[in-house]
């Protein structure tokens, strides 16, 4: 794997600037200095000033907020985006407005952008982004070969009568990293770990036709896994997966940008000023290294799990040539489109390609818009079996397994009517495009995730004990990670009555994930609990109505409850019925039974491994 050079170089003739720098703009800095307040005072005759809204009290807890707007008070603070947005959603007066066209393509109407007519002044408009990301097109000899791998850092030996060019070419051609099934080197996890392309040695689908989500099985081999890293696979733990963009993602934007199609694999010098990008936790520093544009789009930047920011349409708004779309995003960057934005922002969340669609006539340089996209993060899968126990052999050798399962992840699409998470929509392609080899004759397809040793001392791993009896509380793939629990425990005869699972599930003809493959015991130490079939109960439900064993356990020497699975719902019901179960068996008023597991959470005997 290349070593990236972190330090500036020189200028060199040898480097072409891609794109110009930009002058940046003389807007004043985006600001918010709105008061809001939400009580009625009785105002002096002499001063008569504007009705504030009515005080009517229609929310006193979080309870209530959750009630009313079906989210919990956090989720809510974590959409806000404080600008004071309710302050700015009725016309202000004094102010001329015009009425704009808007884009008439299916993408701009997707975006649901309420604009009726906008202000001929705009104020407190964003400053164009400062920018930190520049690409520069690298001359060759058209005689020498040119590379197809990336993420290169330049070399620094070379001999006397080389130029320092020559020499960087060298060590590029030297090089050979294949990023069609890892990332470049830079994109590397926390020290010590490194992203290596493990190999699928099999996956299924664990749900049947019909289920509401579709849930995937993967067995990884971990074999040729580099060692040197002081850090195992544990049970509960999880591994780190570098997942990459959608190829056709990415595609569709660098068509969308205007790139030419010879231009995305040829080698480019990307020069950063600061900041962390494009490495995952590397330093804070200027780097410069050598990659491609494809590279850069497909592993580094994500280009759709984030709401529109504000410096991405700031950019947008700089490069766009229709007048009517530049008013429309500097409208949106602008104090006066605030709550519009606000709007905008806390909704689905919107692809990039689907921005790009949306003003066409914004084509912005690609460094540029790197510069103000977020960086494409590691997503984190918890194993499913007992990672010291699964071997297979294969070609008469021993392989080492591990094994996890994923949920995909869908959302609406504008073009395509939905599509999958990064992370999930990635494992399904790959399985998929395993299970289809295998179809065609090939016994052992070479399909591979590029994963890293990720989170081993996370809590569910952290808090397992080998003893100690425990009660595993999960729905849907949460359920996932108490499975090597199981595994593990059932080994040892000592244990076998001292674990118990609930799981929750929909329905158990098409979506009860690893039925039959818990271990001997299973029948002793499950109960499915279904809420679209049968009696038609949550988990939560049943985690109250086990209150005699819930109670046992806690209270037990080196008892613990683990619980795993989605936090809206599933999370916050399981806790709801806990304090329940306190209060019933603990005669304990509301906040004594909250606290009681407050401490229990504190001393490791109650672990919540939520999302």
């Not at 990659?291 to 766009?320: F, M, N």
């Not at 104090?335 to 922002?345: A, I, K, N, P, S």
């Not at 849907?476 to 080994?491: D, S």
């Not at 999370?571 to 401490?599: C, Q, Y």
Request: aromatic letters at 8%; proline letters at 7%.
């Amino acid at each position: 794997m290349s070593a990236t050079v972190e330090q500036p170089m020189a200028a060199a003739p040898d480097y072409v600037s891609e794109e110009e720098t930009f002058v940046p703009s003389i807007a004043p800095s985006l600001t918010y200095s709105d008061d809001s307040e939400d009580q009625e005072e009785p105002q002096p005759e002499e001063t008569p000033r504007r009705r504030r809204a009515s005080t009517r009290l229609i929310a006193q807890s979080a309870a209530d907020v959750q009630r009313i707007t079906g989210e919990s008070t956090q989720q809510l603070l974590n959409r806000c985006c404080g600008g004071g947005c309710c302050m700015r959603l009725q016309k202000q007066d004094g102010l001329e407005y015009e009425h704009v066209p808007l884009p008439d393509n299916e993408a701009f109407r997707s975006l649901g952008l309420k604009i009726d007519e906008i202000p001929t002044i705009l104020t407190k408009v964003l400053d164009m982004p400062e920018q930190v990301t520049f690409l520069q097109s690298i001359r060759r000899d058209l005689n020498a070969s040119s590379p197809t791998d990336s993420a290169i850092s330049v070399g620094s030996q070379h001999s006397p009568t080389e130029s320092a060019f020559e020499a960087k070419l060298k060590a590029l051609s030297v090089e050979q990293l294949d990023t069609s099934i890892q990332p470049p080197s830079f994109v590397q996890p926390h020290h010590p770990h490194h992203v290596f392309p493990s190999r699928i040695h099999n996956t299924r689908e664990l749900t049947r036709p019909g289920a509401e989500k579709r849930t995937y099985h993967f067995d990884i081999d971990i074999t040729d896994y580099p060692h040197g890293e002081d850090v195992d696979f544990k049970v509960g733990g999880a591994i780190g997966i570098s997942a990459p963009n959608d190829p056709a993602a990415v595609d569709q934007i660098l068509d969308l940008l205007l790139v030419p199609r010879y231009l995305r694999d040829k080698p480019v010098l990307l020069r950063t000023t600061r900041g962390r990008w494009p490495t995952v936790w590397g330093e804070d520093q200027a780097r410069e290294i050598v990659t491609t544009r494809r590279d850069l789009l497909t592993w580094c930047s994500d280009i759709q799990s984030y709401p529109p920011s504000k410096p991405l349409l700031r950019v947008l708004a700089e490069h766009a040539l229709d007048p009517n779309e530049k008013k429309i995003l500097m409208f949106l960057c602008a104090g006066e489109g605030q709550g519009v934005f606000c709007d905008f922002r806390t909704g689905p969340y919107i692809s990039l390609a689907q921005l790009l669609s949306a003003f066409p006539s914004s084509k912005p340089p690609l460094d540029q818009l790197l510069t103000v996209l977020q960086q494409l993060m590691p997503r984190f899968y918890s194993l499913s079996n007992d990672p010291h126990e699964s071997y297979e052999i294969r070609d008469g050798k021993q392989h080492r397994l591990i094994e996890i399962a994923v949920t995909v992840q869908e959302m609406p699409d504008w073009q395509m009517g939905c599509r999958t998470g990064v992370g999930s929509g990635f494992f399904e392609r790959q399985s998929r495009k395993f299970m289809k080899l295998q179809r065609g004759g090939d016994k052992a397809p070479r399909v591979y995730i590029p994963m890293f040793k990720g989170l081993m001392a996370n809590p569910l791993a952290k808090e397992f004990v080998s003893d100690g009896p425990m009660l595993l509380i999960g729905a849907g793939v949460g359920i996932a990670p108490f499975r090597g629990f199981v595994q593990h425990r059932l080994k040892n005869a000592n244990c076998a009555n001292k674990v118990w699972v609930l799981q929750g599930i929909r329905d158990s003809l098409i979506d009860e994930l690893y039925n039959g493959e818990w271990g001997v015991h299973e029948e002793k130490v499950k109960k499915v609990v279904q809420s679209r079939r049968g009696e038609s109960r949550y988990v939560q439900d049943e985690v109250f109505h086990q209150a005699d064993l819930v109670w046992s356990i806690i209270n037990s020497i080196d008892g613990r409850v683990f619980v795993c699975g989605s936090s809206k719902g599933m999370g916050e019901g399981v806790e709801d019925a806990l304090v329940r179960v306190a209060r019933s068996k603990g005669n304990l008023e509301f906040e004594e039974a909250k606290r009681f597991w407050e401490l229990k959470r504190d001393v490791g005997q109650y672990i919540t491994e939520t999302w």
